[in-house]
């Protein structure tokens, strides 16, 4: 059975830091693309972040804010999150699957999802 359990939400300041983990079992990740997506309240979900190979994509609006990347030793994904805003508060999700990339950012595009981990950006 495959799971991806999230942790590492939390409260925080704006301008704070937060790293997400993402820990896979029942498949080996380094023959996934891992990626982050995040649905904030009243909102739809989006794509944040990818890890496919060596490659890393990102949505322009945590660019250079926000790193993924993946540790297959310890089969998790992370993300880093610097320089937080209000916008980014949201249910933070990781998401397994072999899109190409050009359909990396479709959710339609992964097999497998983690049950979300809340991230709440707030003086």
């Known amino acids: 059975q495959v799971q991806l359990v999230e942790s590492g939400g939390d409260l925080v300041q704006p301008g704070g830091s937060l790293r997400l983990s993402c820990a896979a079992s029942?498949?080996?990740?380094?023959?996934?693309?891992l990626s982050w997506f995040r649905q904030a309240p009243g909102k739809e979900r989006e794509f944040v972040a990818a890890?496919?190979?060596?490659?890393?994509y990102y949505a322009d609006s945590v660019k250079g804010r926000f790193t993924v990347s993946r540790d297959n030793a310890k089969n998790t994904v992370f993300l880093q999150m610097n320089s937080l805003r209000p916008e980014d508060t949201a249910v933070y999700y990781c998401?397994?699957?072999?899109?190409?990339?050009?359909?990396?950012?479709?959710?339609?595009?992964?097999?497998?999802w983690g049950q979300g981990t809340h991230v709440t950006v707030s003086s």
């Open positions: 998401a397994a699957g072999r899109p190409t990339t050009s359909a990396l950012r479709g959710e339609s595009m992964y097999y497998y």
């Open positions: 029942g498949l080996t990740i380094n023959g996934y693309t």
């Open positions: 890890v496919k190979g060596g490659s890393q």
